[in-house]
C-alpha cells in the first residue's frame, strides 16, 4: 500500500469512526459533513489523541467551544440539566468521545498493523494548534458536527510521517495454534 493508500484508509476509518461517535438519538439529530478546510479557529479549545507507531502518528482532535450549546448537548447525552452539568462532568464526556472516535480508527489500523499505541485524550487551548500545524501533516481530514441544527464541533485526523508509508492492507488473524494461553493479572476496578 502506498502513502496514498494508506490516506485513504485513514479518511475511510474516519468516516465509520464519525459515525460511531456522533449519531442521532431521541431529541438529538446529527448530521457529520466533509469540509475541505479545518475552521479551527472558531473553536476556543480542542482534544488531542495520538495513534503512534514507529514510522507514523495519526492525530485525532474534536475542536469545541464550551458554550451554552455544547453543554445543552453534552447535559441531554448524560440524561442530565444544564444548570447540574459541572465541569468536569463536561470535559469528561467530551474526552469520551475522543476516546469513541480514537480507538475506532486505531482497531482499524491495528488489522493490518499491530502494536499501535493510544494516548490518553489532552484538553488543548486554541493556540496549540500552532504548534501542532508546524508537525507538517502529512495527510488531513476534517467533519464538522451539526448538531440540531448548530455545528459545535469539528473533528479532524492528520498524519504525521517523516518517510513514505508502505504497507499492505490485510486483516490481521491468528490460528487457534498460534495462541498460547497467558496468565493474566486481575482487572480492578474503582
Known amino acids: 500500500m502506498s502513502q496514498l493508500d494508506f490516506n485513504r484508509e485513514i479518511q475511510r476509518l474516519f468516516k465509520s469512526a464519525m459515525d460511531e461517535t456522533y449519531y442521532s438519538s431521541e431529541g438529538i439529530d446529527v448530521v457529520s459533513s466533509d469540509t475541505n478546510q479545518s475552521t479551527h479557529e472558531e473553536f476556543e479549545q480542542f482534544y488531542m489523541l495520538t495513534i503512534s507507531s514507529q514510522e507514523f502518528r495519526v492525530l485525532t482532535l474534536i475542536h469545541l467551544n464550551h458554550d451554552d450549546q455544547s453543554r445543552a448537548y453534552v447535559a441531554q447525552k ?3 440539566t444544564s444548570e447540574s452539568l459541572g465541569d468536569e462532568r463536561f470535559y469528561d464526556f467530551i474526552g469520551e468521545l475522543g476516546n469513541t472516535l480514537c480507538g475506532s480508527i486505531k482497531r482499524g489500523i491495528n488489522a493490518f498493523i499491530p502494536s499501535l499505541g493510544m494516548s490518553t485524550p489532552n484538553r488543548l ?10 508537525q507538517r501533516p502529512s495527510y488531513e481530514a476534517h467533519q464538522h458536527v451539526e448538531i440540531n441544527g448548530q455545528t459545535l464541533f469539528q473533528c479532524s485526523v492528520y498524519v504525521c510521517n517523516k518517510e513514505e508509508l508502505n504497507y499492505e492492507i490485510k486483516p490481521v488473524s491468528f490460528a487457534e495454534e498460534e495462541i498460547e494461553d497467558t496468565e493474566c493479572g486481575e482487572l480492578e476496578l474503582f
Open 78 to 80: 448524560l440524561n442530565a
Open 125 to 134: 487551548e486554541a493556540g496549540s494548534m500552532k504548534y501542532m500545524l508546524s
